[in-house]
């Protein structure tokens, strides 16, 4: 695992990133950070269809990930585990905003991903829409219960223009978890890290599991 010192994991809400982050610090002990969504306060009324704050919550959004990330690599260099990609920011405010909005956003977004420390690796879950709404029924959190297929569809579209984006920066492996249960399934989790032993090239790396 020496070759990357910061992963990030990602992929669409509820396919199962913060369970691989879990698992992966009982094998590691990796520092975690986990995003801090709990505390944006239009996060509830948003998933509520009341739209009159999404520019707020997004830039909530913002503004928490760049202070998460810049006070932990201001303490801890190497051995991090996260579960969320930075540049995620963009993603959801491209699908949420208007076009105005998001112009306004991106220019914020841009003086605070140059002060950003870019991953060494990113493991990338991907799964079908039927397997990650039942995820998010089973986690059961209260602000979710409204999300539609339709918002999921459109934040995997989102990831793939996402992943274009960031493949020329630092390595991306593909995880197609549609199939799979790497949580239940120790065996399968393990051969999922056995691929992280391996160096890889900047880009897009598909994997079968």
């Keep these: 695992m020496e070759n990357y ?3 990030v994991v990602e992929g669409n809400i509820g396919v199962g990133k913060t369970s691989f982050v879990d698992l992966f610090y009982k094998e590691f002990k990796y520092h975690k950070l986990y995003e801090n969504f709990k505390n944006n306060p239009f ?3 948003f998933y509520n269809d009341d739209k009159s704050n999404i520019f707020q919550m997004e ?5 928490e990930r760049y202070k998460q990330l810049i006070n932990l690599h201001n303490k801890i260099n190497n051995n991090i585990i996260s579960d969320f990609l930075f540049s995620k920011s963009l993603l959801f ?4 905003l208007s076009k105005s909005e998001f112009k306004l956003f991106k220019v914020i977004f841009d003086q605070f991903d140059r002060l950003i420390k870019e991953p ?3 493991i990338f879950l991907s799964s079908d829409i039927n397997k990650i709404s039942k995820q998010i029924r ?4 209260f602000f979710e219960k409204k999300i539609s297929r339709q918002y999921l569809e459109k934040v995997n579209i989102g990831y793939e223009k996402l992943l274009e984006l960031e493949k020329n920066k630092f390595p991306i492996l593909c995880f197609d978890v549609t ?3 790497f949580i239940d399934q120790k065996p399968i989790f393990k051969k999922i890290l056995t691929y992280l032993n391996k160096s890889y090239s900047k880009g897009i790396h598909n994997i079968s599991l």
């Design 5 to 7: 010192q910061y992963i």
């Design 43 to 45: 996060l509830a009324d």
């Design 59 to 63: 830039s909530y959004f913002l503004v």
């Design 93 to 96: 405010a491209e699908i949420n």
């Design 120 to 122: 060494d690796l990113m």
């Design 138 to 141: 089973q986690r059961d959190r």
């Design 179 to 181: 199939n799979i249960d």
